[in-house]
């Protein structure tokens, strides 16, 4: 990766985390001193979904690593997305604030919501063996030509974002009724309709505490843990959603 590409993600990510701070801020200065009643819409009351498996016994993932990506950066999100939705029913009832500021806040209930989904899918899909069974592995071998074919388009999605940031996500997209492998720069980037059955976190919190800069390592780990139980009682949900 460049170093102008490195530029060009450190300043949007330095705008984006400012922008943010600043709307965070400027709507608390605008907040009514009462705020109306908690609707579903706006409760913030979502919780942090314990780890389903002992993270010692996973196979070349760190319980270190483990707890501290569950417990800061997934935990971390949870937090954020139920103090932005109770910011965000404060905001609407101002009806002076500036729509500027309001897009702000809902620009950040779009990134942390993706956060908390993507982080609850990656890290529900491991647990396990690694060994591909059910109706998703063959599901996956008609879709690409052959089972092989797509664990090496996943492999190769995950990598190209080495040294940067992001998710690769398998999804089954209720529109096409297709199985895809998605490119995800952020937690807001991803396809319409697309149901999420596998998710890769490619951020580098997510692997630099065992591996460094080694990615594919740490890849290679993440397969040796998936558990296929899981993607294929999402895929079988998925399907029954698409009619």
């Given amino acids: 990766m460049t170093i102008d590409h490195l530029s060009r993600r450190s300043a949007i990510a330095t705008l984006g985390i400012g922008a943010a701070a600043m709307t965070i ?18 409760a913030g009351n979502h919780q942090v979904k314990p780890l389903r498996f002992n993270p010692a016994r996973l196979h070349g993932l ?52 993706g956060s908390v989904v993507l982080h609850e899918v990656y890290f529900d899909g491991l647990g396990g063996n690694g060994q591909a069974a059910g109706s998703i592995r063959d599901a996956l071998g008609a879709a690409f030509g052959s089972f092989d074919r797509w664990e090496a388009d996943f492999r190769r999605t995950g990598m190209s974002l080495a040294g940067g940031s992001g998710w690769c996500v398998l999804v089954y997209n209720l529109h096409t009724r297709s199985l895809h492998n998605h490119w995800a720069w ?17 951020y580098e919190h997510s692997f630099h505490m065992d591996y460094g800069t080694a990615a594919a390592k740490y890849v290679d780990a993440f397969f040796r843990n998936i558990d296929w139980e899981v993607v294929d009682r999402r895929y079988a949900a998925a399907l029954r959603g698409g009619g």
């Fill in 25 to 42: 801020n400027e709507a608390s200065a605008q907040t009514p001193a009462a705020a109306p009643a908690a609707v579903p819409a706006f």
């Fill in 186 to 202: 952020d937690h807001m980037h991803g396809a319409i309709a697309g149901v999420p059955l596998l998710a890769l976190d490619m």
């Fill in 62 to 113: 760190s319980e270190r690593l483990i707890t501290s990506h569950h417990e800061n950066n997934y935990a971390g999100s949870v937090k954020a997305l139920n103090m932005i939705e109770t910011r965000l029913a404060a905001a609407l009832a101002d009806t002076d604030l500036p729509p500027v500021v309001y897009g702000g806040l809902k620009r950040e209930e779009l990134h942390r919501t």
